[in-house]
């Protein structure tokens, strides 16, 4: 697999930099980390171009997560840009209201490595 | 059908759950395994560092996780896989995580809950010298466990 370059969307920077290393130790090789403290940023970041994946929590201030994953399909160069939830509102209506504005899969606080692995890779193999 | 509102949940199971909840993130998230208090840790305070989250909706409460300030070093430290000497203001920012997902984890235990309870944003207290009036009314669970040797102590403060 390529290196890829990873957005990492929490409003927490001590879980931004969990979720960098589990990604590292679930074997995914990184190019470029990108760190937003909420979906407002995440949007300038995938503006920028060149995201292959976006993790994204849920629950931030001044845009939540559902509401960038709204506002992204409406930016060209974030099409096609996989986005995983990893939140701890893990009840079934978030799951359901984030796939259906376009997440490609969900990981609920707290998660191991193994986890990230396991619904990641077969967002990047294009599988899920 | 009545309303889940209006019914009054069974809230004997829920002890067990919440030392479940505690644990699993202690486990997961800071390869950590707490271990039940002592007879000496029992008569000991947990410290000065308060992290508190609140629930709202069909469970409304406050979540609070207290302990010592080296506790929440240690904490942070793990979590983020560093020399404990290393951890700064990181340590509001880790122990609110805590507590947010102890508050998550336990909230995701309950059927039928998730998808009615709100978490705060979590607040961090310190120092020692205060007491915390919850304007609760039907019941407070705690449990008390041993990080690396010191108490900490996780208490849910329901409102009806």
């Not at chain 1, 990893?86 to 606080?109: D, P």
């Not at chain 2, 800071?30 to 069909?58: K, N, R």
């Not at chain 2, 235990?109 to 020692?128: A, E, F, N, Q, Y």
Request: glycine share 10%; charged share 20%.
């Amino acid at each position: 697999m390529k290196k890829i370059c990873a957005l990492i969307v929490d409003d927490s920077s001590v879980m931004r930099k969990i979720v960098e290393r589990s990604l590292r130790q679930a074997g995914i090789e990184l190019s470029e980390v990108r760190e937003a403290g909420n979906g407002a940023e995440a949007l300038s970041a995938v503006n920028q171009g060149g995201v292959d994946l976006v993790l994204c929590d849920i629950n931030m201030p001044v845009m939540d997560g559902i509401e960038f994953l709204k506002q992204m399909q409406t930016v060209e160069l974030a099409k096609g840009v996989p986005v995983v939830m990893i939140t701890t509102e893990g009840n079934e209506a978030h799951v359901v209201q984030a796939l259906s504005v376009g997440a490609r899969g969900y990981i609920r606080k707290p998660f191991t490595s193994d986890q990230v692995k396991q619904h990641v890779i077969p967002v990047l193999e294009g599988k899920s | 059908m009545k309303p889940a509102t209006q019914t009054a949940p069974d809230k004997s199971h829920w002890p067990p759950l919440l030392e479940q909840a505690v644990h699993e993130v202690f486990k997961i998230m800071l390869s950590c395994e707490l271990q039940p208090p002592d007879g000496s840790s029992e008569d000991h305070q947990p410290g000065d560092f308060t992290s508190m989250v609140g629930l709202a909706g069909d469970l409304c409460g406050v979540l609070t996780l207290r302990c010592s300030m080296a506790s929440a070093m240690l904490m942070t430290s793990k979590m983020l896989g560093t020399d404990p000497g290393t951890v700064d203001e990181q340590v509001w920012d880790a122990v609110g995580e805590v507590a947010n997902m102890v508050a998550g984890n336990f909230k995701n235990k309950l059927p039928g809950l998730g998808d009615r309870c709100m978490l705060s944003v979590p607040t961090v207290i310190t120092g020692g010298d205060y007491n915390c009036h919850a304007l609760a009314d039907a019941g407070r669970i705690e449990v008390m466990q041993l990080f690396e040797g010191s108490p900490i102590v996780v208490a849910l403060e329901i409102h009806t």
